[in-house]
């Protein structure tokens, strides 16, 4: 089979296209949006005017021509798959993947089907979420998922979410992350057949390992999807 040309452009490899939204918090290594959480090129794009809020509380299909232009320019740059800073995207799934041209990742929540089938008999995913009022049916049927699994959500007031609603220039990373371990606790204590966990939250990466070893859970977040994606796109060579 004849090898598809290559198409023309300035940049070239493998890149993960990033779709960041219109933030000003500290990001720390981990966090989708922080270039050392990655030890692969990837490209970021911020979709200026859309905000965290405008995915979450209002409705992603207003916003869908700027994702659309996003995508757009993140492929003509070479990106061979794309992925989104925020788990709500999950809505506009379906919208987005009809449009990209090369592989699109809307959220964490996407590895919802897969974790359900792989856990133990009797368990189950439980979701940590930063609104969960927020999080409808829809958002679950975007990724193939049914609602009504274990979840917990980040504190409403709590440090993480103030900070990312205050744009704070400079957080207490172990603040934000005891802040996560009790949102885990009390996810657990509620929900005794929980075998693994996913974080809706793109920004929860940082805390994933920290999570892990303390609850012995695997965890999944943006980080382990987009990792999956990329070893697809360039599998290992192992010699012969």
Not at 15 to 29: A, E, H, K, S
Not at 58 to 73: C, K, M, Q, V, Y
Not at 118 to 137: H, N, R, T, Y
Not at 179 to 195: C, K, P, Q, R, Y
Request: charged share 15%; with cysteine.
């Amino acid at each position: 089979m004849t090898p598809p040309a290559t198409p023309r452009r300035a940049i070239h490899g493998t890149m993960i296209g990033i779709i960041v939204l219109d933030t000003g918090f500290r990001r720390l290594p981990g966090d989708i949006a922080h270039a050392d959480t990655w030890p692969f090129p990837v490209q970021f794009k911020v979709v200026r005017g859309v905000r965290p809020a405008d995915v979450i509380e209002g409705d992603p299909r207003h916003s869908l021509n700027a994702f659309r232009t996003a995508i757009d320019e993140l492929v003509a740059l070479g990106c061979t798959a794309i992925t989104t800073s925020c788990g709500f995207l999950a809505a506009v799934q379906d919208e987005l993947v009809r449009h990209s041209p090369v592989p699109f990742l809307s959220s964490t929540l996407l590895q919802i089907p897969m974790v359900q089938r792989i856990l133990p008999a009797g368990k189950k995913p439980g979701l940590i979420v930063s609104d969960p009022q927020a999080l409808s049916e829809h958002h679950f049927h975007g990724v193939g998922a049914t609602a009504g699994l274990p979840m917990a959500a980040l504190p409403m007031n709590g440090v993480l979410l103030s900070n990312m609603r205050e744009h704070a220039t400079e957080v207490d990373a172990a603040a934000q992350e005891a802040e996560v371990i009790s949102t885990v606790a009390e996810l657990l204590a509620d929900h005794e057949n929980v075998g693994a966990l996913v974080f809706e939250c793109a920004n929860l990466p940082p805390y994933s390992a920290a999570v892990s070893r303390h609850f012995g859970l695997p965890v999944y977040d943006i980080v382990t999807l987009v990792h999956w994606m990329h070893l697809s796109l360039v599998p290992p060579d192992y010699p012969r």
